[in-house]
């Protein structure tokens, strides 16, 4: 285990130039836009609220992502938008940590709105404890010591969404837009912090199909999430998500393509008075499929109308 160990950090021992790996993780962005586009923030403009989210990506396999997420999104006047998002992600021998607080402004018109959001972040990576500690990694080597210490950054994003008649939603959202180091460690002196043309996109029509009493929402979205040298390619998702029993059950499908594989998922899930849960299962086609369990996700929120907080 120690040599599987020691190969994980050697591919992600450039840690440091890892950017906006989130917004390639999340599959419940269908529910919550917020976790992918800042402009998505508060726009329930009745609601506050608060999320909490699990990623367990590749699940059954040892040293694997975990991605938890606590999240808040509100509306305050008729026009703005305040969030936060407090993440933590484990990878390996890697740990990630985002406190990350999102703005949105909203423009709205007759049967429509337009919301622009910006996102200010802190992010630090680190080696997790006590990986030093193993005698088949080197602890004098300059890049692990740095990775040891925590390097920590600043990023800055914008986002925007808009829905039309309440049934048509379309965003775009360009994360690290700008990413500077926060005391640059001397070992990444040559490192030049660069736009890596991240962005995310998506679209999607509600339908109601008034003879069997429910909706249909069918909607793509198309994500780059660079590694650092911005040659990540294109991950894209069509999702068909249903809802019944007056929105109070959701169901759902997806296809996923992008990055020399493909895979499929299904989303379930229950509104019980203000508490929503969600659960989503994926699996991909890719020679390391044998060796996992899949894509497991997991939401629960709660929403406080405003009149309840008054």
């Known amino acids: 285990m120690q040599r599987i160990l020691l190969l994980f950090i050697i591919v992600m021992g450039t840690m440091w130039t890892l950017y906006a790996q989130e917004q390639g993780v999340y599959r419940h962005y269908t529910i919550y836009p917020y976790l992918i586009n800042p402009g998505a923030t508060g726009v329930q403009s ?17 040293g694997t992502p975990v991605n938890y997420t606590f999240g808040y999104s509100g509306s305050f ?14 990878n390996a021998g890697i740990n990630r940590f985002k406190a990350a607080i999102n703005y949105a402004y909203k423009i709205k018109f007759d049967d429509a709105f337009f919301s622009v959001g910006v996102s200010t972040e802190f992010q630090q990576k680190k080696l997790r404890s006590g990986i030093l500690d193993d005698v088949s990694i080197d602890p004098t080597d300059p890049y692990l010591i740095a990775a040891n210490e925590g390097i920590k950054y600043f990023d800055f994003g914008l986002g925007i969404h808009a829905r039309i008649n309440e049934k048509f939603n379309f965003g775009i ?24 043309g991240n962005f995310v996109g998506y679209v999607s029509n509600r339908f109601d199909v008034s003879d069997f009493d429910f909706d249909i929402e069918p909607g793509i979205a198309i994500r780059k999430v660079s590694e650092g040298d911005g040659k990540a ?75 309840d907080s008054d």
């Open 46 to 62: 009745a609601q506050h609220e608060f999320l909490g989210n699990m990623i367990n990506t590749w699940s059954g396999a040892q």
């Open 77 to 90: 006047g008729q026009n703005v938008g305040l969030g936060l998002q407090l993440m933590n992600e484990t």
């Open 173 to 196: 959202a360009l994360p690290n837009m700008v990413h500077t180091f926060i005391d640059k460690p001397s070992i990444l002196a040559n490192e030049d912090s660069q736009f890596l």
């Open 233 to 307: 390619p294109l991950l894209g998702d069509v999702n068909l998500t249903g809802y019944f029993l007056d929105n109070k059950l959701i169901g759902g499908l997806s296809y996923h393509f992008g990055a020399e594989q493909s895979g499929g998922g299904v989303l379930l899930g229950i509104i019980l008075n203000k508490v929503g849960i969600y659960y989503s299962f994926d699996i991909y086609t890719g020679d390391y499929q044998p060796y996992n369990n899949g894509k497991h996700e997991v939401s629960v929120s709660f929403s406080l109308n405003k009149k």
